[in-house]
T-cell receptor
Framework: ELKVEQNPLFLSMQEGKNYTIYCNYSTTSDRLYWYRQDPGKSLESLFVLLSNGAVKQEGRLMASLDTKARLSTLHITAAVHDLSATYFCAVDDSNYQLIWGAGTKLIIKP | SQTIHQWPATLVQPVGSPLSLECTVEGTSNPNLYWYRQAAGRGLQLLFYSVGIGQISSEVPQNLSASRPQDRQFILSSKKLLLSDSGFYLC??????????????FGEGSRLTVL
């Protein structure tokens, strides 16, 4: 059974700092997704990672995938308050069903 | 471009009352459709998914049901709501095949409070 673990589950950080959110999964998969959810809102797709070594960047966010280590990272560079949200990773179970992490609530303080 | 609409956005219902949430997708054909529920401060729970008209797979046994009467319409229903049905309900779609299959696009969500 595919399981997905995110850590940390909660992260409070200062503006301008760098940090990384980790997403580990338990069985082989080469499709991983990152989503953002603002409080009270729906989920927005951030990154789609479809192969080993895939790296995607959008502004201050960069996501990578290591399928051998079964690990994806979401790196935040020089955080700004607008990036405060909950971030979810999700892994395809090879049947186009997504297994979700519990989410990382990120608070960025001015 | 593709869009997904979900309604109502908010509803407050008494215990034992019926429920109907509706979701429609525009700009694509034969999408996979999904209903998720998110309890307050929690992660996502897949309730139902559908790969075609009239084809519904249930992931969690409960007093909810889903139907797909048309290719791009997905409905979540209940005959009698329970307190535990409260939550944020999200409809989503994905393409059904190809390298981009699996990426989900979510509707705006429906916040249900059962009193």
């Amino acid at each position: 059974e595919l399981k997905v673990e995110q850590n940390p589950l909660f992260l409070s950080m200062q503006e301008g700092k760098n940090y990384t959110i980790y997403c580990n999964y338990s069985t082989t998969s080469d499709r991983l997704y990152w989503y953002r959810q603002d409080p009270g809102k729906s989920l927005e797709s951030l990154f789609v990672l479809l192969s080993n070594g895939a790296v995607k960047q959008e502004g201050r966010l960069m996501a990578s995938l290591d399928t051998k280590a079964r690990l994806s990272t979401l790196h935040i560079t020089a955080a700004v308050h607008d990036l405060s949200a909950t971030y979810f990773c999700a892994v395809d179970d090879s049947n186009y069903q997504l297994i979700w992490g519990a989410g990382t609530k990120l608070i960025i303080k001015p | 471009s593709q869009t997904i609409h979900q309604w109502p956005a908010t509803l407050v219902q008494p215990v034992g009352s019926p429920l109907s949430l509706e979701c429609t997708v525009e700009g694509t054909s034969n999408p996979n459709l999904y209903w998720y529920r998110q309890a307050a401060g929690r992660g996502l729970q897949l309730l139902f998914y559908s790969v075609g008209i009239g084809q519904i797979s249930s992931e969690v046994p409960q007093n909810l049901s889903a139907s797909r009467p048309q290719d791009r319409q997905f409905i979540l229903s209940s005959k009698k709501l329970l307190l535990s049905d409260s939550g944020f309900y999200l409809c989503a779609w994905s393409v059904s095949r190809g390298p981009w299959a699996g990426e989900l696009f979510f509707g705006e969500g429906s916040r249900l409070t059962v009193l």
